[in-house]
C-alpha cells in the first residue's frame, strides 16, 4: 500500500514539483504580530504617554513614550475596543496610560503586545481570558 | 492632502478599517483569489515544464485554467486595492510591499513575454520563471504583515 503510493506520487507528480511545495513550505515561517508566540511569557507593564495612535484594522499601534524610550504597543481591533467601552478618542496623542502586556522575546526591542489598559484609574481589559 | 492619503480617509476604508467582519472577509476573498490565481498558474506552468499531465496538450490545460486564473485575478485585485487602501501611506512606504509590486510587474511581464513567443524552451523558461515570481509574490505578501 505504502510502496504503491509512493510509486503513484513518483509517476504522477515527480520530484521536481514536489521540491516546489516544499519550497512553498518553507517560506510560511516568521512570526510575529499575532498570537503571542513572538513575546514572552512573563507579564510586563509600560507606563507612558501616547505620542502616536493608529488604530484599526488589521489592528492597532500605539508609540508611547515611556522615560524617553519611544515603544511600540500594539492594541486590539476595532471590535476588541469596543467591547470595553475603549473610544479611539481616549488613545489620543498626550494620553497617559498604563499598559500591561508582553513584550518582544527579541531583546532590546521596544515592542509589546497590549492585554489591559490602564487611562484615569480605570481598566480596560482587552483580553479578560487572560491572566495581566 | 497626497492621493494615498486622500485613499485612507475615504469613507470605504474607514468603513473597512473600524469593522469587525467585513476586514477578515476581505482578507479570505485575498486568499481566496491568490488560490485560484496561483494555483492555476502553477498548474499550467508546471504542465508546461512537463512535470505533470504530459498527455494533455498544453492549449487545453491552457482553456481550462485561464478562466479561473482570470477570476482570481479580479478578486486579488478588486480585495487587495481593499486591503491597501486601509493603511494606504504605511504601506507604500514599507519596502516588502514595494517588493511585492516589483514582482508581480515581473510576472505581469513574464506572461505578456509568453504570448509572443511559440518557441518551446523559452515557454518553459518563462514557466520556470512564474513559478519563482509567483511564490515569491506571495511571501512578500505574508511578510508584510512581519516587518
Known sequence: ?132 | MSILAWLEASGPARILAQSEWLYPLVNAGHIVGIALLVGTVAALDMRILGWLGRSIAIADVERLLRPLALIGLGLVIVTGLSLFSVQATSYAESTVFRIKLLLIAVAGLNAALYQTTTHRLWHQIMAALSLLLWLAVITMGRLIGFR
Not at chain 1, 507612558?48 to 522615560?67: I, S, Y
Not at chain 1, 498626550?94 to 515592542?111: C, P, Y
Open chain 1, 1 to 132: 500500500m505504502t510502496r504503491s503510493v509512493a510509486v503513484l506520487i513518483r509517476t504522477h507528480i515527480g520530484t521536481r514539483a514536489w521540491l516546489a511545495i516544499l519550497l512553498c513550505c518553507l517560506t510560511a515561517s516568521a512570526a510575529a504580530h499575532h498570537g503571542w508566540r513572538w513575546a514572552t511569557d512573563e507579564e510586563f507593564e509600560l507606563s507612558g504617554t501616547v505620542k502616536e495612535a493608529r488604530l484599526g484594522n488589521p489592528h492597532g499601534e500605539l508609540k508611547v513614550d515611556a522615560d524617553g524610550d519611544l515603544w511600540t504597543v500594539e492594541v486590539g481591533q476595532p471590535w476588541r475596543h469596543e467591547r470595553v467601552d475603549l473610544k479611539d478618542d481616549m488613545l489620543k496623542p498626550g494620553t497617559e496610560l498604563t499598559i500591561h502586556g508582553h513584550r518582544s522575546a527579541e531583546a532590546g526591542e521596544l515592542l509589546m503586545k497590549a492585554e489591559r489598559l490602564v487611562i484615569d484609574g480605570k481598566d480596560y481589559n482587552l483580553y479578560p481570558d487572560r491572566k495581566s
